[in-house]
């Protein structure tokens, strides 16, 4: 089976070796040998041991981030600063894929770039995940635009504990978040997150959303 033909087969930006394993098994005598001769040739990526992507001659569009992300460490969610870009609520272009985990802290560089994961507890794990999907990569995981932003500010231990006016502060001139956007984000999923995270940061935030909403 040559990478014409495994591309037919395979729909998905990002795979596993497992799938790979299948399709070939009955093509050739020896898979791992098959795989390592189209790494070589750049005919497949290897994002991480049994995680592999077509080669940038082999793609129709470029492999998708966030699928890519949830698979290279599970259980996962993007969150933080790439979903904050994702949906438009910082300014910068972020390039780093951050996500996260109910595992330890974790790193990986690959050839599509740095994906770096921060453990959530239990608790909290669970609040505020969309689950998107697409025709091509079937389903993926991300926060809510309210989770990212409480993700955002419950890891970001240098600011400590935040007057409502500080926390105003904060989202203005070191996030630099459009007050707008901040004002249409639902309180009451923050308020939930902020008692599942115990963060004095996250209760101020919900309240100082609903301040905004009554004088609005």
């Known amino acids: ?74 259980p996962s969610y993007v969150s933080y600063e790439y979903a904050l870009s994702y949906y438009g609520l910082i300014p910068e272009r972020v390039y780093e894929v951050t996500s996260a985990t109910l595992h330890s802290k974790k790193s990986f560089e690959t050839p599509i770039g740095r994906f770096t994961y921060k453990p959530v507890p239990l608790q909290a794990y669970s609040l505020g995940i969309d689950w998107l999907y697409d025709s091509n990569n079937g389903g993926k995981l991300i926060a809510t635009p309210e989770k990212a932003l409480c993700d955002k500010i419950r890891a970001d231990r240098g600011i400590g504990k935040l007057s409502q006016e ?51």
């Open 166 to 216: 500080k926390l105003s502060e904060y989202l203005m001139y070191d996030l630099r978040i459009d007050w707008e956007e901040v004002v249409a984000l639902d309180a009451t999923l923050i308020s939930q997150i902020a008692q599942a995270y115990r963060s004095s940061n996250l209760t101020n935030l919900a309240k100082l959303i609903i301040k905004r909403k009554k004088s609005a």
């Open 1 to 74: 089976m040559n990478i014409m033909q495994l591309k037919k087969e395979i729909t998905t930006s990002v795979f596993t070796h497992e799938r790979l394993e299948t399709l070939l098994s009955d093509r050739v005598s020896n898979v791992n040998a098959k795989i390592s001769y189209m790494v070589k040739k750049g005919e497949l990526i290897r994002l991480k041991k049994g995680i592999y992507a077509f080669g940038a001659e082999y793609q129709q569009e470029p492999v998708d981030l966030i699928t890519a992300a949830n698979m290279l460490y599970t």
